[in-house]
């Protein structure tokens, strides 16, 4: 049987990923793309929208019942005399969400918007951090674990 090494926070990301891309790129109305990276690290998880244009008081992260929300709006930006003739950015509101993993601390959530991009940064609560476990290495230590 082959060994592989699993990071259920990566695997839950990819999946939520994975589903949210689907129903976003799947859209013909409504609001626009907000993609999206995910970083795992050790102590935390770094969430990173781009979000081009947009005003920083319209956007708004929230966090109800294990999920993570994140709203934005951009506006219309013409003057009285202008007329359009084309368009290619997305104008409204987006909105995406992504369910926590039990193991990070919805309680210390940070964001910052700076160039375009706000980061989210969810810290991994203690017990869910990697750790090192001590190797007994006396005998009798090592008979007791045996049993």
Same mark, same amino acid.
């Given at each position: ?31 626009? !793309?907000?993609?999206?990276?995910? *970083?795992? $690290? ?11 244009? *947009?005003?920083?008081?319209? *956007? ?9 929300? !994140? ?11 202008? $007329? ?39 810290? !991994? ?23």
């Amino acid at each position: 049987m082959p060994l592989t090494s699993i990071d259920p926070f990566v695997q839950e990301f990819e999946r939520q990923f994975d589903r949210l891309s689907r129903q976003a790129w799947g859209r013909t109305s409504g609001g626009g !793309v907000m993609p999206m990276d995910g *970083i795992r $690290r050790k102590d935390d998880v770094v969430l990173r929208f781009d979000l081009p244009g *947009i005003d920083p008081d319209s *956007i708004e992260v929230t966090v109800d019942r294990g999920a993570l929300g !994140v709203s934005a709006q951009r506006e219309e930006e013409r003057g009285g005399d202008d $007329r359009l003739f084309v368009r290619e950015r997305p104008m409204g509101t987006f909105t995406r969400r992504v369910h926590l993993s039990e193991h990070l601390d919805a309680e210390a959530i940070e964001a910052a918007y700076n160039n375009g991009v706000l980061a989210v940064r969810i810290p !991994v609560l203690e017990r869910a951090r990697p750790r090192k476990v001590e190797i007994h290495h006396q005998p009798e230590q090592a008979k007791a674990i045996k049993g």
